[in-house]
């Protein structure tokens, strides 16, 4: 079946700029996540859903960046007035459930200019 | 917190070599742990996991155990390839009732014929 979708899958964007990231669960399930990895860095975790409710939000740097996610489906992340310290890849990954393992998209690079 | 680290990269062996790949954690409570791979060009896997004390995961030749007294979840596989050239995450899911995971920052293995 179809996996964790995200896009852009690329997205070159001006210091200062707000961008968008959207990621596509697999069908059916509850439990979405967003991360960070930084080049030669390890994964850094942003935000929880459940359903459509966010309880942990606990790893956003800033309150430039938002994440929201409706119908139980899709997540946008938004990063508002870029940095170029938020030049990354954002991963999304989404599971059944909170025990279950983790499935992950292909991620969105985000280069800041 | 909950933390991961890894022996840091890269590692380079020759094929049918042996391989490990160590990891440690601090965790409270009982963490489930996992490894998981990103070969080039592709998103991030599963590979194994182990979900308490003395677990052995296994999958396609790569084999941790969960060592509690040693805090330790170390990658082995006694006859490396070509084709396991990938950076290898290990990570682990803490107690609480997010699931969310934390990785460590990840090893990079190059294996040439």
């Known amino acids: 079946g179809a996996g964790v979708s995200q896009s852009p899958s690329n997205k070159v964007t001006e210091k200062g700029k707000d961008v968008e990231l959207r990621c596509d669960p697999i069908?059916?399930?509850?439990?979405l996540y967003w991360y960070r990895q930084r080049l030669g860095q390890g994964l850094e975790f942003l935000i929880y859903?459940?359903?459509?409710?966010?309880?942990?939000k606990s790893g956003l740097p800033s309150d430039r960046f938002s994440a929201e996610r409706t119908g139980e489906s899709v997540s946008t992340l938004t990063i508002q007035r870029t940095q170029q310290e938020d030049s990354a890849v954002y991963l999304c990954?989404?599971?059944?459930?909170?025990?279950?393992?983790?499935?992950f998209g292909d991620g969105t690079r985000l280069s800041i200019l | 917190g909950d933390s991961v680290t890894q022996m840091e990269g890269p590692v380079t062996l020759s094929e049918e070599a042996f391989l490990t790949i160590n990891c440690t954690y601090t965790?409270?409570?009982?963490?489930?742990l996992f490894w998981y791979v990103q070969y080039p060009g592709e998103g991030l896997q599963l590979l194994l996991k182990?979900?308490?004390?003395?677990d052995k995961g296994s999958n396609k030749g790569f084999e941790a155990t969960y060592r509690k007294e040693t805090t330790s979840f170390h990658l082995e596989k006694g006859s490396v390839q070509v084709s396991d050239s990938a950076v290898y995450f290990c990570?682990?899911?803490?107690?609480?009732?997010?699931?969310?995971?934390?990785f460590g920052q990840g090893t990079t293995l190059q294996v040439k014929p």
């Open positions: 990954a989404s599971s059944p459930n909170t025990v279950e393992p983790q499935h």
């Open positions: 069908s059916g399930h509850t439990a």
């Open positions: 859903f459940q359903g459509n409710s966010a309880p942990d």
């Open positions: 965790a409270t409570g009982y963490p489930s």
């Open positions: 182990a979900t308490k004390a003395d």
């Open positions: 990570a682990l899911r803490g107690s609480g009732n997010t699931g969310k995971l934390i």
